[in-house]
Nanobody, 127 residues
């Protein structure tokens, strides 16, 4: 089993920044690729960003490209999501996912979610 604990959420003004962290413990060898998802009230959960095992490849939702950066530190078993230029539409509960697969089918990148989820951290962008 893999346990994931997110942190770093909070209230920020539009244009501000936050950095989310997701620390993994347990069966670390199962972590593989990891992703950040978010779910806003009344909306479906959506993939925000994903990173391959080892961190060589990343993929982002169009809505966050150029503003968010996903990274990982395998020595600390932690994945990060740096969020800049935040807007109200970024308000959501953000979830970390592990055990997934980040691949490329020759036309586009895809992330196949893994079985492990964190509890979520609230991000609210408001003035």
């Amino acid at each position: 089993q893999v346990q994931l604990v997110e942190s770093g959420g909070g209230l920020v003004q539009p244009g501000g920044s936050l950095k989310l962290s997701c620390a993994a413990s347990g069966s670390i060898f199962k972590i593989n690729a990891m992703g950040w998802y978010r779910q806003a009230p009344g909306k479906q959960r959506e993939l925000v960003a994903a990173i391959s095992s080892g961190g060589r490849n990343t993929n982002y939702a169009d809505s966050v490209k150029g503003r968010f950066t996903i990274s990982r530190d395998d020595a600390k078993n932690t994945v990060y999501l740096q969020m800049n230029s935040l807007i109200a539409e970024d308000t959501a509960v953000y979830y970390c996912n592990a055990g997934g697969e980040l691949g490329n089918n020759g036309r586009s990148w895809y992330y196949r979610e893994g079985n492990y989820w964190g509890q979520g951290t609230q991000v609210t962008v408001s003035s």
